[in-house]
Protein backbone atom coordinates (compact mmCIF):
# COMPACT_ATOMS: atom_id res chain seq x y z
CA UNK A 1 0.00 0.00 0.00
CA UNK A 2 2.70 2.55 1.39
CA UNK A 3 4.55 2.07 -2.46
CA UNK A 4 0.90 2.58 -4.41
CA UNK A 5 0.68 5.75 -2.34
CA UNK A 6 4.50 6.80 -3.17
CA UNK A 7 3.33 5.55 -7.13
CA UNK A 8 0.56 7.71 -6.83
CA UNK A 9 1.33 11.29 -4.89
CA UNK A 10 4.63 10.94 -8.10
CA UNK A 11 2.34 10.29 -11.03
CA UNK A 12 -0.26 13.48 -9.61
CA UNK A 13 2.83 15.67 -9.23
CA UNK A 14 3.95 14.76 -12.83
CA UNK A 15 0.29 15.34 -14.12
CA UNK A 16 0.09 18.80 -12.05
CA UNK A 17 3.53 20.22 -12.99
CA UNK A 18 4.65 18.47 -16.53
CA UNK A 19 2.13 20.01 -19.02
CA UNK A 20 2.36 23.83 -17.43
CA UNK A 21 5.82 23.56 -17.83
CA UNK A 22 6.38 22.49 -20.99
CA UNK A 23 3.41 24.41 -22.31
CA UNK A 24 6.29 27.49 -21.48
CA UNK A 25 8.98 25.97 -23.53
CA UNK A 26 9.81 25.88 -27.50
CA UNK A 27 12.07 25.24 -29.40
CA UNK A 28 13.96 23.46 -32.60
CA UNK A 29 17.08 21.44 -32.43
CA UNK A 30 19.53 23.17 -29.94
CA UNK A 31 17.97 26.95 -30.22
CA UNK A 32 15.29 27.01 -27.06
CA UNK A 33 12.63 29.95 -25.91
CA UNK A 34 12.14 29.39 -22.12
CA UNK A 35 9.76 31.55 -19.80
CA UNK A 36 8.66 33.69 -21.88
CA UNK A 37 6.35 36.37 -19.92
CA UNK A 38 4.30 39.70 -20.99
CA UNK A 39 4.11 43.24 -18.64
CA UNK A 40 -0.18 43.68 -18.42
CA UNK A 41 -1.07 46.32 -20.63
CA UNK A 42 -4.78 48.26 -21.57
CA UNK A 43 -2.77 50.48 -23.46
CA UNK A 44 -1.43 50.39 -27.00
CA UNK A 45 0.95 48.58 -26.30
CA UNK A 46 3.47 46.33 -23.97
CA UNK A 47 6.52 44.47 -23.88
CA UNK A 48 7.33 40.44 -23.96
CA UNK A 49 10.65 38.81 -22.23
CA UNK A 50 11.44 35.32 -23.76
CA UNK A 51 15.17 33.71 -22.88
CA UNK A 52 16.94 32.68 -25.89
CA UNK A 53 19.41 30.16 -25.67
CA UNK A 54 21.52 28.72 -28.84
CA UNK A 55 23.11 25.33 -27.49
CA UNK A 56 24.53 24.50 -30.83
CA UNK A 57 27.31 25.62 -32.89
CA UNK A 58 25.90 27.78 -35.35
CA UNK A 59 24.33 31.18 -35.51
CA UNK A 60 20.42 31.31 -35.23
CA UNK A 61 19.06 34.60 -37.46
CA UNK A 62 15.84 35.74 -36.34
CA UNK A 63 13.94 37.37 -39.06
CA UNK A 64 10.32 38.39 -37.67
CA UNK A 65 8.52 38.14 -34.59
CA UNK A 66 4.47 38.12 -34.92
CA UNK A 67 1.64 37.22 -32.58
CA UNK A 68 -2.17 38.03 -32.91
CA UNK A 69 -2.32 40.28 -29.98
CA UNK A 70 -0.97 43.11 -32.07
CA UNK A 71 -0.01 44.86 -35.32
CA UNK A 72 3.38 44.29 -35.11
CA UNK A 73 6.87 43.36 -32.87
CA UNK A 74 9.52 45.19 -32.82
CA UNK A 75 13.07 43.35 -31.34
CA UNK A 76 15.51 45.11 -29.05
CA UNK A 77 18.29 43.64 -27.39
CA UNK A 78 20.49 45.75 -24.86
CA UNK A 79 17.65 48.22 -25.67
CA UNK A 80 18.34 49.05 -29.12
CA UNK A 81 16.07 48.22 -31.72
CA UNK A 82 17.09 45.51 -34.32
CA UNK A 83 15.50 44.80 -37.52
CA UNK A 84 16.96 41.03 -37.08
CA UNK A 85 18.24 39.40 -33.91
CA UNK A 86 21.60 36.99 -34.33
CA UNK A 87 21.63 34.49 -31.16
CA UNK A 88 25.51 33.39 -31.53
CA UNK A 89 26.58 29.82 -30.49
CA UNK A 90 26.76 29.49 -27.45
CA UNK A 91 25.01 32.18 -26.57
CA UNK A 92 21.59 32.89 -24.13
CA UNK A 93 19.79 36.16 -23.96
CA UNK A 94 17.64 36.93 -21.31
CA UNK A 95 14.97 39.07 -19.96
CA UNK A 96 17.61 41.57 -19.03
CA UNK A 97 19.03 41.80 -22.73
CA UNK A 98 15.75 40.70 -24.80
CA UNK A 99 12.20 42.55 -25.37
CA UNK A 100 9.81 42.09 -28.07
CA UNK A 101 7.76 45.41 -27.84
CA UNK A 102 3.94 44.84 -28.94
CA UNK A 103 3.13 47.79 -30.61
CA UNK A 104 -1.36 48.08 -31.78
CA UNK A 105 -2.71 45.89 -29.41
CA UNK A 106 -5.92 44.69 -30.07
CA UNK A 107 -7.08 44.11 -26.77
CA UNK A 108 -6.29 44.70 -23.55
CA UNK A 109 -3.31 42.33 -21.78
CA UNK A 110 -4.25 41.31 -18.12
CA UNK A 111 -2.49 39.12 -15.26
CA UNK A 112 -2.93 35.18 -15.84
CA UNK A 113 -4.06 35.72 -19.99
CA UNK A 114 -1.30 33.80 -22.53
CA UNK A 115 -1.19 34.30 -26.06
CA UNK A 116 1.11 32.81 -29.01
CA UNK A 117 3.90 34.56 -30.46
CA UNK A 118 5.78 33.38 -33.68
CA UNK A 119 9.76 33.37 -34.72
CA UNK A 120 10.59 33.19 -38.17
CA UNK A 121 14.37 32.40 -38.48
CA UNK A 122 16.60 32.80 -41.41
CA UNK A 123 16.65 29.48 -42.82
CA UNK A 124 12.51 29.62 -43.13
CA UNK A 125 11.57 27.70 -40.12
CA UNK A 126 8.83 29.00 -37.74
CA UNK A 127 8.84 28.72 -33.94
CA UNK A 128 5.77 28.82 -32.49
CA UNK A 129 5.20 29.49 -28.43
CA UNK A 130 3.28 30.64 -25.59
CA UNK A 131 3.51 33.96 -23.71
CA UNK A 132 2.18 34.22 -20.28
CA UNK A 133 0.75 37.64 -18.76
CA UNK A 134 2.04 38.89 -15.47
CA UNK A 135 5.07 40.08 -13.48
CA UNK A 136 7.42 37.44 -12.12
CA UNK A 137 5.83 34.22 -14.00
CA UNK A 138 9.16 31.81 -13.46
CA UNK A 139 7.52 28.70 -12.48
CA UNK A 140 4.28 29.82 -11.17
CA UNK A 141 3.27 26.31 -10.04
CA UNK A 142 6.38 25.83 -7.66
CA UNK A 143 5.77 29.52 -6.37
CA UNK A 144 2.47 28.51 -4.89
CA UNK A 145 2.11 29.82 -1.46
CA UNK A 146 4.55 32.59 -1.70
CA UNK A 147 3.63 35.99 -2.15
CA UNK A 148 4.92 37.88 -5.38
Known amino acids: M ?5 L ?4 LTLTVFAPPLQAHMAGK ?3 QITHPWAKPSDKDTTAA ?3 LSNDG ?8 VATPVAKRVKL ?8 ELVVPAGEVFGPDELCLQLI ?10 HFPMTL ?19 MPQLKMGQEN
Not at 8 to 11: C, D, L, P, T, Y
Not at 76 to 83: D, I, K, S, T
Not at 104 to 113: F, S
Open 29 to 31: GDF
Open 76 to 83: FLREAAAA
Open 120 to 138: TLANGDEIEFHVVVGEDTV
Open 2 to 6: RRFMF
Open 8 to 11: ASII
Open 104 to 113: GLNRPLKKGD
Open 57 to 64: ETAVVIRA
Open 49 to 51: YPT
